[in-house]
């Protein structure tokens, strides 16, 4: 089992920022490939970025391009999802997720593919 929790949600103003954590135990086999999505009321769950660790190869949504940055902190078995310049569009429950990905062109913004699902943490973002 790779469990993960995530923290840092909240409520912020537009143009504000908030960290997202994703603390992970268990394999590292079973979570080379780690995902950030994120669910609006009424709206489909959407990829936002992505990370595959072995390499550090990165991707992000291009909502979020040039205002969120997902890193990894290897000796503390976190991801970390650092959010500015946040928009009422933001403004969702965001989840973490992982995988093991066979490489980094695998690791793809399919919900169905992850098999390990944080629990989820609120973002709202007021205008």
């Known amino acids: 089992q790779v469990p993960l929790v995530e923290s840092g949600g909240g409520s912020v103003q537009a143009g504000g920022s908030l960290r997202l954590s994703c603390a992970a135990s268990?394999?590292?086999?079973?979570?080379?490939?780690i995902g950030w999505f994120r669910q609006a009321p009424g709206k489909e769950r959407e990829g936002v970025a992505r990370i595959y660790t072995v390499y550090g190869n990165i991707n992000y949504a291009d909502s979020v391009k040039g205002r969120f940055t997902i890193s990894q902190d290897n000796a503390k078995n976190t991801v970390y999802l650092e959010m500015n310049s946040l928009k009422s569009a933001d403004t969702a429950m965001y989840y973490c997720a992982a995988r093991r990905a066979s490489s980094a062109f695998n690791c793809l913004y399919q919900p169905s593919q992850f098999t390990y699902w944080g629990q989820g943490t609120q973002v709202t973002v007021s205008s």
């Open positions: 268990g394999s590292s086999y079973d979570r080379n490939c």
